[in-house]
């Protein structure tokens, strides 16, 4: 599967993003779905993940109750909403798939099988 990410851009603390992401092939759903983060200086960092069949979904401490991620079969999109952002949340976004790993899998490890580019996301003060 191949991914594409979008929606990043530049926004005041407080303010809000979607971020998008589009992927390739037939077999969609039978992807988790996730969202990882990495800041300049920084080890990557985990942020959420969705199940197969939606809607449940895990996120990491740092982001649980402000981001919510879900997902779109018929479109093959998975998106990320990130609401009352934080300068902490400026980080290069990636989304991922993985095939066999669920969604709790992807926060345990820190791994996906698929990546795709990231999109800057800059939270100013």
């Known amino acids: 599967v191949q991914l594409q990410a979008s929606g990043g851009g530049l926004v005041q603390a407080g303010g809000s993003l979607r971020l998008s992401c589009a992927a390739s092939?037939?077999?969609?759903?039978?992807?988790?779905l996730g969202w990882f983060r990495q800041a300049p200086g920084k080890e990557r960092e985990f942020v959420g993940a969705?199940?197969?069949?939606?809607?449940?979904?895990v996120y990491a401490d740092s982001v649980k109750g402000r981001f919510t991620i879900s997902r779109d079969n018929a479109k093959n999109t998975v998106y990320l909403q990130m609401n009352n952002l934080k300068p902490e949340d400026t980080a290069v976004y990636y989304c991922v798939a993985d095939s066999i790993k669920t969604a709790q899998d992807m926060g345990a490890t820190g791994r996906a099988d698929y990546w795709g580019q990231g999109t800057q996301v800059t939270v100013s003060s």
């Open positions: 092939g037939r077999t969609f759903s039978s992807y988790a």
């Open positions: 969705i199940r197969r069949s939606g809607p449940a979904s």
